[in-house]
């Protein structure tokens, strides 16, 4: 067991910090560009300025946020609602991962700590094996901090410059190009690969479908073929591995 | 939108996004969940995303508001992510044949 309860002095404390915020920053890179484009989309968006800035605060979650700022010309309240709840699925996977680490931390944090639980946050925190307790919070909220102000701030700049770049740039088009980028860092295996093409064809013939539903009808039909295609692939891999102990 | 509605709505997707980051370690801290759930929330990423991004070139206007361009700087794009795994490559290189294509048009 890892011993809590201010077991850590502040010298031990701010070195956790420091290397914290070390393991934290190059993760953050990559999420710059896309706090920039999302900054452009909430000076474009159908909501007010002000409102869909505060998805910084009340959402932290980038592609949440960018599908409501983006949506919100086209979408009602229930469509915008329900696309948020599928996109943030994938937090269900990383809280899912994460949870046997907060059994040894104090109520309050199991109830701060998830606000943080960015994709970021997850891979750095989920590699973070060898420290416990008090030491394993430290870290955790040192870089959940580090990321909610840095992501505030860079969108915010995004803001700054979308309302000072013209229309005919076409930056409208990025948050597609980004949501595009994102399915092929997100394909680990050719599953993934049926889940995303299953999921753009039907969302493509499912336009039409009142209030952006395509997207819902195509992302259901997306995870349906995804789990498919696992399981025929590991019954696959079984058949083999049978024909091969039999010869 | 109106702000009551644009007001709603952030408010409800951040206690969704909330509640999907904190559920289980709130509440279900050591009761794993059943593995075809998690087999299947593999696939959730992928699916979802794509279809957002077929939907947001669309724009609301159905198959009409599919533009070629937008397709084409898709397309480069999803090339480039699967080559560099580079996003902000990715987003430079869909945007330059954007422009490309319409300066030539």
Known sequence: MYDDDCAINDQTGSAITLAALRAAFPLFIPAIPFGLVLGVAITNSAMPTAVAWSTNIAVFAGAAQLATV?????????T????????????????????PRFN???????????????????????????????????????????????????????????????????LDVAPAIMFAGLVVMGVANRPGIVAAVVGAVVCLLALDVPNNGGILVGAISGVIAGYLADVAESRRAEQRAATARHR | MSSFAAIAAV?????????????????????????????????????????????????????DGVEFVEVAAIGVAVAVTAITRNLIAALAAGMTVLWLLLWLS
Request: aromatic share 12%; proline share 4%; hydrophobic share 55%.
């Open chain 1, 80 to 99: 915008l609602v329900a696309t948020a709840a599928v996109i943030n699925l994938r937090h269900v996977m990383y809280s899912a991962a994460l949870s």
């Open chain 1, 104 to 170: 040894d931390q104090p109520r309050w944090f199991r109830w701060v700590g998830p606000f943080f639980l960015i994709d970021q946050l997850f891979a750095l925190m989920s590699a973070r094996t060898e420290i416990g307790g008090s030491e394993w919070r430290r870290f955790y909220l040192s870089a959940g901090i580090f990321y909610f102000s840095s992501w505030t701030i860079v969108v915010t700049l995004g803001m700054l410059a979308g309302s000072s770049i013209p229309t005919e740039w076409r």
């Open chain 1, 70 to 78: 983006s949506l919100a010309a086209t979408a009602t309240w229930l």
């Open chain 2, 11 to 63: 408010l409800s997707v951040g206690m969704i996004t909330y509640a999907s980051r904190a559920g289980l370690i709130v509440f279900l801290a050591d009761r794993p969940l059943p593995a075809n759930i998690t087999r299947a929330l593999r696939y959730v990423g992928p699916a979802v995303l794509s279809a957002l991004a077929v939907n947001l070139v669309a724009g609301g206007k159905g198959i």
